[in-house]
């Protein structure tokens, strides 16, 4: 990965024989009862999302021994601005604004977790601690216990928290999903203030190994993208595919990319999917560029050529609204 520029990159250091990752001393196997997470219900329409959010922080807000947390972070011109808001019982707000730079979404959200810990558990006074993040998923990587580019940062966010569960058997942390869809108060005001910043790089600075990565996969995604629209590659047969904005959905490689995760699960139907997208289908216009011979008139019988223009958006066959 260091091809590039061998002496400024940050490589992941792994940490398997940390006594925190071993059976019998993992956080899972002694404090399974100390930590919650209360993921965004799709059940549940917004509102009541949100309603539950107010019942929760009016609950805890009410208890001196409870701090309420809400993170969120920003990356512009590859700098991170990670924002946390520490409510606690005295109605008081304590804001922490940290800049981090060349790292990806993920590790400043977990950083944005860590701080977070660690500012509530130093306070003698709390025993319970609520994480509200639209970053859910990355709460889970510090609980995560394989291999992975984020370990150290899960391990040393674990090694705090088996502290603070230690210092009395109530101690508890609590996460909840907060979506940014749903501009719930509290968390709207931390995104908003997270994209006020426009901090500007003016030094040289290391680069995590993560977004050396990432930005190695972007550049070759963005050089195939201005390959492939080039019409003596990408030919006029080719279908765009929209989105309900009926704009192009681009190519992506994260989460099975932007089209796999809709039919990658049946073969035959990815197959199909291609085929229509190639316009290289057993249809009539197929036929009649490669086989004229054969019969390419559509069994609609309301149009000469059975083309997937026809097929998709005219044919009664197919299209019975």
Not at 20 to 37: K, M
Not at 147 to 159: G, K, M, N, R
Not at 304 to 316: A, Q, T
């Amino acid at each position: 990965m260091d091809i590039n520029n061998r002496f400024n990159r940050i490589f992941p250091s792994f940490t398997s024989l940390h006594s925190g990752l071993s059976p019998g001393h993992r956080i899972i196997d002694n404090f399974s009862n100390c930590f919650v997470f209360n993921l965004h219900s799709k059940q549940k329409d917004d509102k009541a999302c949100t309603h539950q959010l107010d019942n929760m922080v009016i609950e805890a807000s009410s208890s001196p021994s409870t701090a309420i947390v809400v993170t969120n972070a920003s990356i512009k011109n590859n700098v991170a601005t990670l924002i946390l808001h520490t409510h606690t019982h005295d109605n008081s707000i304590t804001k922490t604004i940290h800049h981090m730079v060349h790292i990806t979404s993920t590790k400043a959200e977990l950083f944005a977790m860590g701080c977070s810990i660690n500012q509530a558990s130093n306070h003698n006074s709390i025993s319970k601690i609520i994480i509200i993040t639209d970053s859910i998923h990355v709460a889970r990587k510090i609980f995560d216990l394989s291999l992975h580019p984020f370990q150290v940062h899960s391990v040393a966010i674990l090694t705090k928290l088996q502290w603070f569960f230690l210092q009395h058997q109530n101690n508890s942390i609590k996460f909840w999903e907060c979506s940014s869809h749903l501009n719930w108060s509290l968390h709207k005001a931390v995104n908003k203030e997270t994209k006020v910043f426009y901090p500007t790089l003016l030094f040289s600075s290391k680069t995590s190994w993560n977004f050396s990565k990432k930005s190695e996969s972007d550049d070759i995604l963005n050089i195939w993208k201005m390959t492939f629209q080039a019409l003596d590659l990408k030919e006029k047969q080719f279908l765009d595919l929209l989105n309900d904005n009926n704009n192009i959905i681009e190519p992506f490689y994260a989460e099975e990319g932007s089209w796999l995760k809709v039919f990658g699960h049946s073969n035959s139907l990815c197959a199909c999917t291609v085929h229509a997208i190639t316009n290289h289908a057993p249809i009539g216009e197929y036929r009649l560029k490669f086989f004229p011979r054969e019969e390419f008139k559509c069994l609609c019988g309301s149009y000469p050529i059975e083309s997937r223009y026809h097929i998709l958006h005219e044919c009664g066959r197919f299209n019975r609204y």
